[in-house]
């Protein structure tokens, strides 16, 4: 572990790597159910903070077929760091946590060797700054998107299951949070978590949003509520 130069784009650490099937948006909370002996170790080495500021790396699984991940190819390796807030141990030794995405990363190497879990060197990635004079141009689209959120939002959900970001919501983070409350395919969140420009990212969800509204009223068809979705998110076996 160690910092490459001194500019925080190319900042370098070691995060725990969590692969899951699922991609993680800064600002969105992911709760999860921790069974394997790994992952509940990681858990406890959070909690006392052996690891550091309760982070962990969360990945997302580029297929189904891998079963165990082991190299660079078997992730995405633009990810997310998840930031602790709640554990809870059952009596059985399992967790039930929730996070908190908190920063993206890019990974650069695995290391399955020196813990019970993953271990992964990654660089953070932060957005590109906003072109001077674009704050008219974020506040169109930010309009747009929300529209969009709004439309999806109330073909799929109760009026009590989402609601709007704050207005003081920054451009950066608005995509993000937006996107939080729409069953967005993954390689459709993948997408929006690589993408740096923040007004690029605002059009992206935009015209995600307005596709998938489309298919929910062309097909009269409702997700299942956000609280209720059947399965709980699995990470990836590793052994």
């Known amino acids: 572990m160690g910092v490459a130069d ?7 650490t070691t995060l725990p790597l ?3 099937q699922t991609v993680l948006l800064p600002g969105a909370h ?3 159910h921790i069974f394997e002996p790994r992952y509940r170790q990681l858990i406890v080495d959070l909690i006392t903070e052996t690891v550091p500021d ?14 165990e991940v082991e190299e660079l190819e078997h992730v995405h390796e633009i990810g997310c760091a998840a930031r602790l807030r709640e554990a809870e141990r059952l009596p059985d ?25 993953l271990l992964g060197t990654v660089e953070w990635l932060d957005d590109v700054a906003l072109p001077a004079g674009s704050a008219e141009a974020a506040a169109q689209l930010g309009e747009a998107v929300k529209a969009a959120h709004r439309r999806y939002c109330a073909a799929a959900w109760e009026h009590d299951d989402w609601q709007l970001p704050p207005e003081d919501t920054d451009t950066a983070r608005l ?20 993408e740096r420009q923040p007004l690029r ?22 997700p299942p509520p956000p609280g209720e979705l059947a399965e709980p998110v699995k990470p990836a076996h590793l052994n």
């Open 201 to 222: 990212r605002l059009s992206l969800a935009c015209r995600l949003l307005k596709r998938e509204a489309g298919f929910l009223s062309a097909l009269h068809a409702v």
């Open 6 to 12: 001194t500019t925080p784009e190319s900042e370098r």
């Open 54 to 67: 309760r982070l962990f790396g969360v990945l997302a699984i580029k297929t189904s077929m891998v079963r």
């Open 93 to 117: 030794g399992r967790f039930d946590i929730i996070s908190t995405g908190h920063r993206r990363f890019r990974l650069l190497s695995i290391d399955s060797r020196s813990a019970p879990y």
């Open 30 to 32: 992911l709760p999860l």
């Open 18 to 20: 969590f692969p899951l």
């Open 175 to 194: 995509a993000y949070l937006l996107a939080t409350d729409c069953l967005l395919p993954l390689p459709d969140r993948q997408a929006l978590l690589e």
